[in-house]
């Protein structure tokens, strides 16, 4: 099952960017351009993580999406987005589990969101008593991690020939049974 991510941000390039990259990564991604649509796409579905803006309609639009996902009943991961990080520890006051600033490298912010949802998935899972999850053993991790390893790819050529050898074995067979 994909884990599913609410993008919250009112630059479109932004969003429609983060959401190709999140779903070529194997993501459900939803996006909102605003804190207001945001907020409704809270209550009505559930997300595994919420990434939002922290300026848009307003200087503090973020941190309503915050509160709001703060408030969900499935308690998801939390991402600041902005484009004007603060030096200090302010933005951790927003509720935020992180800050993510943009623009970044894809493969940074990759694996700042794995990393994300993996700290936040055995948080959760203590929180709820369950150790399989808390230390990394669940079919959920484990079947990321088999996700994860590299396939061989066999080069068309090769496949091709491959399946033209298949096809004549038969017919051989069939030829030598008949003498």
């Known amino acids: 099952m994909k884990r599913r991510i609410l993008l919250v941000d009112d630059e479109v390039a ?22 207001r649509e945001g907020k409704l796409k809270l209550r009505k579905y559930e997300y ?3 990434i939002t803006d922290m300026r848009m309609e307003s200087e503090a639009a973020g941190v309503e999406v915050i509160k709001a996902a703060r ?32 623009p970044m490298q894809t493969r940074v912010l990759l694996q700042q969101i794995e990393k994300l949802l993996g700290t936040h998935e055995a948080k959760m899972a203590k929180v709820a008593g ?15 991690k088999a ?17 033209a050898k298949a096809k004549k074995a038969p017919a051989k067979k069939a030829a030598a049974n008949k003498k």
């Open 147 to 163: 996700a994860s390893k590299t396939v061989k790819t066999v080069p068309a050529k090769e496949a091709t020939a491959a399946k």
């Open 130 to 144: 369950d150790p399989a999850i808390a230390f990394g053993t669940s079919a959920k991790s484990g079947a990321r």
């Open 71 to 102: 408030a969900a009943a499935y308690h998801p991961a939390v991402a600041l987005l902005t484009a004007f990080p603060t030096n200090d520890e302010g933005w951790q006051y927003t509720g935020a589990d992180k800050m993510l600033v943009k």
């Open 48 to 50: 595994a993580m919420v």
């Open 14 to 35: 932004v969003l429609l960017t983060l959401k190709a990259v999140l779903e070529i990564s194997g993501f459900d991604v939803d996006t909102a351009a605003s804190a």
